[in-house]
């Protein structure tokens, strides 16, 4: 998978001066590499008879509905608050300087069904594990965590102890 780094362009002081910024619409745009990575997040699973893929607000949504495609899956958005038309379960999550939430439907899962949760990003850690305590709140059981990049210097990993995290590419 390390040939789709250079698939992805970096943009330095982006959002702010000192951040490197990982750019992977070029990824998206290359036929080879978007379906690469959709491989990639899906084949460790496809015997694992998932139910459903969990997409994170926002760029989860690019691949999660494929990956859910691909294991002839369901696909549920966990999103920002207010933006879910029916009763939600909400979780509020701790961040470096502050504090986020996030939202899911009160009937997206139900119990016992497998969960696989796709991001772009596994950065610290947190909204992953919000996303994790969301599905368990709901009774469904996390199979495992996929991620196009995760960025290994702020050990967002460790944040999700006990579940299955893959990453395609690691920086």
Known sequence: MDHLKSLIREVPDFPKPG????????????????????????????????????????????????VAYALNAGFVPVRKPGKLPAATERIEYKLEYGTDSLEIHLDAVRPGQKILIVDDVLATGGTAHAVVDLVRNLGGVVVGLGFVLELDFLSGRERLPGCDVQALLHY
């Open 19 to 66: 951040i490197l910024f990982y750019d992977i619409t070029t990824l998206l745009k290359d036929p080879g590499g978007l379906r690469a990575v959709i491989d990639g997040l899906s084949g460790k699973y496809l015997n694992e008879k998932i139910d459903t893929v969990i997409g994170i607000e926002a760029r989860g949504f690019i691949f999660a509905p494929a």
